[in-house]
């Protein structure tokens, strides 16, 4: 279970003491059984995703027990909000079905909530997770997790500009921290910068390079500490293990 990512070693002797894993329709009641790939079918039963026996070769599906958390990554769309309600608009909950997932079959039957914001104009990597705990990590300011960004801007940056945002400023909900310039690319009258920050404030990206300036065309978010948004299609979402953002 370990080799094929399902869960630890440790994690899959916790699951055979449970009495939740089978080997070709047997249940497993000591450490040790061998199988053999390909040939043996071993199931972790009752999965929190599907409703559903895990078998091995939906080597996709990452939640392996009733007390596993959910994690999943979105490539969320212009014009959805990071909420878990649509009072106010489109939610990115609305985008999580099944024809969405780009695991094939799965479904999600637990609640999850959308770790941060980003806002409605911008599009990009979106995590939703049941784990508070983890969410209270990733959003509270003084653990200066990362997130990067792609950020277009109409015209190019001076070296005034880029002291002013690495050192940071006051905008309308406070001081906010500098950002990080990582390079710029020009292309034609305009300009894609790749930016890192730490904080994330409301809008605080369009806000600095607005106070100095500049007009952001788009904004796109790349990257949630170690989690990478990578090549998820815009609109689509997957299943992810915790490991994979901190």
Known sequence: MADIGICSRRKAEELILARKVKVNGELVTEMGVKVEAGKDIVEVLLNK????????????????????????????????????????????????????CVQKGQKLNTRVYPVGRLDK?????????????????????????????????????????????????????????????LKEFKKGRKSIITAILTEGKNRQIRKMFGNIGYNVLSLRRTRINKLKLGVLPIGKWKYITKDKIV
């Open 121 to 181: 104009d911008s599009e990009g990597l979106i995590l939703l997770t049941d784990d508070g705990e983890l969410t209270n990590e990733l959003t509270h300011p003084k653990y200066e997790h990362e997130k990067e960004y792609e950020v277009t801007i109409d015209g190019f940056l001076n070296k005034d500009a880029v002291n002013i945002l690495t050192k940071g400023m006051k905008i309308d909900s406070g001081y906010v921290q500098g950002i990080q310039i």
């Open 49 to 100: 995703i599907t409703g559903k026996p895990y078998k091995e070769k939906d080597k996709n599906i990452q939640n392996f027990s009733n007390n596993s958390k959910i994690y999943i990554a979105l490539n969320k769309p212009v014009g959805y909000i990071s909420s878990a309600s649509s009072e106010q608009g489109s939610s990115v909950l609305d985008l999580i079905t099944s024809q969405n």
